[in-house]
């Protein structure tokens, strides 16, 4: 999955709006948060945000199972 489809999928799931992103993104308008979902041009900062936002967590999963929480 592509990272603008997750954060769009992460968005939906928690009942949030593509217009969330401008206020937790700190940009100037929707155009500006629309052209970085188009883009997919995010930071692991970025990520970090849509994470808080939604409520999820940005892991690496290990071959071996194991998981690397971000924050």
Do not use: C, Y
Request: proline share 1%.
């Amino acid at each position: 999955m592509e990272v603008s489809d997750a954060v769009m999928h992460a968005l939906r799931v928690s009942g949030r709006k593509q217009a969330d992103l401008t206020s937790i993104l700190k940009v100037n308008s929707a155009q500006a948060a629309n052209k970085k979902v188009r883009e997919s041009r995010w930071t692991v900062d970025d990520l970090i945000k849509v994470a808080d936002l939604t409520g999820g967590k940005i892991l690496f999963q290990m071959p071996d199972g194991d998981q690397i929480e971000l924050k």
